[in-house]
C-alpha cells in the first residue's frame, strides 16, 4: 500500500452535451479516464474528445 497520496490522479471526464440534452439518439453518457497532475493543475480539467453518442468532437469536462 502507498504511504501517501501521490502527486498524479485518476480523473474521470465526461461529455457535456450528452449529459445535457435529454434528447439524443442513444441512452448513455460518454466517459474517459486519464490522469492529472494536482500540483500544476489545481482546477477541473476540459478536454476536446470523441464523443460516440453524439458521434462528433465535443467538450468533456472532469467530474468528482
Do not use: D, Q, W
Request: proline letters at 5%; one cysteine or more.
Amino acid at each position: 500500500m502507498a504511504k501517501n497520496k501521490g502527486v498524479r490522479i485518476i480523473v474521470t471526464l465526461e461529455c457535456t452535451e450528452c449529459r445535457s440534452n435529454p434528447a439524443k439518439r442513444s441512452p448513455g453518457v460518454s466517459r474517459y479516464t486519464t490522469m492529472k497532475n494536482r500540483r500544476n493543475t489545481t482546477n477541473r480539467l476540459e478536454l476536446n474528445k470523441f464523443c460516440p453518442h453524439c458521434n462528433k468532437h465535443t467538450v468533456h469536462k472532469e467530474i468528482k
